[in-house]
């Protein structure tokens, strides 16, 4: 990668003087508890439970309801055996049906498929070699989902059958703790993960598709699987000089985020004859002042209009990432939000945020109209 960036190619820096395009204000606050909420999600996969969200914190994962005015409903809360767990990650599936399911991931490396309707755990996945950092849906297919894991793999999983159908480490993989992982939003044969070994990697799973497809109708024991490695991603980026903590797709670019008080929109530019080669053209950067601490995750609403981000002090900063320059559209601090936010959610149509906090509290703040 030259470090030379050609005239009228500079990254283009947004301004961190709130836009005031949308006000939003504090219409609830709630403490879980007193273990840190590491993940809060709502759900995109069913229009008829976009109001639904999951947080985990601690050995417990809590199912809630946004309803109007501000209220939050608790649904339904699933506590883990083994109270030493502590989960980092939660991520909305579906059964082949349409059921909900809730995955979820932490310390113990141990996957739990969870049956939102019937509230029993439906199955739980062994394979990883340390903790999940994240886990994924493709919601393309909402039975498949990617982990990250401290042990420097990406596995994909199909909830459903219960396989492991692919691994991805080795030769060209992470050589430190995958922090973050994304789907492609169209293009369902890629990936995206990041981690502390201040990479990020596109993987592209074309050729390995037939053991996807595989894993749907398989009758046998899941342990007989012919799960196959994929050794070589097809690129591979340094956009940071430390860790990345969260990357997600923004059609066929990508937003990824270290500890430097940012995040970076970049495309790939890949070389077809030389895989894993290629190079990187930085677009624009989103400041976030306060945001150097590791493990702060962004989020987007369904349409990929905004991002909201948390920082170590309790600020979100809402970014229209569409626009260019980017625009801020608001800048969200309380009196007593004061701890780390650890990852935000947008509603499906980006009118209701929530925070969920290192103090085991959930914030939600909710677009105020316009007159």
């Known amino acids: 990668m030259s470090t030379k960036v050609a005239v009228g190619c500079e990254a283009v820096v947004g301004s961190l003087t709130p836009s005031k395009k949308k006000d939003y204000r504090v219409t609830n ?176 799973m074309k050729e390995f598709w037939t053991y996807v497809e595989k894993s749907f109708t398989w009758t046998d024991l899941p342990s007989k699987f012919p799960t196959k490695y994929v050794q070589f991603p097809v690129f591979i980026a340094s956009i940071h000089t430390n860790y990345v903590d969260c990357n997600r797709w923004l059609g066929d670019f990508i937003m990824s985020k270290s500890v430097d008080n940012e995040i970076v929109l970049w495309e790939p530019i890949m070389k077809d004859q030389s895989p894993g080669e290629g190079s990187v053209d930085i677009l624009q950067k989103y400041p976030v002042p306060e945001c150097d ?24 900063f809402v970014w229209e990432l569409q626009s260019s320059p980017p625009v801020l559209i608001a800048r969200l601090s309380h009196g007593q939000s004061k701890s780390p936010i650890r990852q935000t959610a947008m509603s499906f149509d980006g009118s209701t945020i929530l925070s969920c906090c290192e103090d085991g509290t959930i914030w939600r703040w909710d677009v105020v109209a316009t007159s």
């Open 29 to 204: 606050r709630l403490q879980e508890g007193k273990r840190p909420l590491y993940a809060v999600v709502f759900n995109f996969l069913d229009s008829r439970y976009f109001n639904l969200f999951a947080t985990v914190g601690g050995n417990r994962v809590t199912v809630y309801q946004c309803l109007e005015g501000g209220v939050i409903a608790v649904l339904q809360s699933y506590v883990d055996d083994d109270k030493d767990e502590s989960f980092y990650t939660v991520t909305w599936a579906c059964t082949l049906d349409g059921a909900p399911q809730l995955v979820a991931g932490g310390i113990n490396g141990i996957i739990r498929v969870i049956d939102v309707g019937n509230e029993k755990i439906h199955k739980s996945f062994v394979g990883h070699g340390d903790s999940i950092n994240e886990i994924r849906t493709q919601t393309l297919k909402p039975s498949l989902v990617l982990s990250a894991s401290k042990d420097e793999s990406v596995r994909l999983w199909n909830v459903h059958t219960g396989i492991c159908i692919l691994i991805f480490a080795g030769a060209g993989g992470h050589r430190n703790e995958v922090l973050s992982v994304d789907f492609h939003p169209s293009d369902i044969y890629r990936i995206a993960s990041c981690g502390m070994d201040n990479t990020v990697k596109i993987w592209s």
């Open 293 to 316: 601490i590791w493990f702060i995750k962004f989020s987007c609403d369904f349409h990929y209009n905004a991002a909201a981000i948390g920082n170590r002090e309790g600020k979100i």
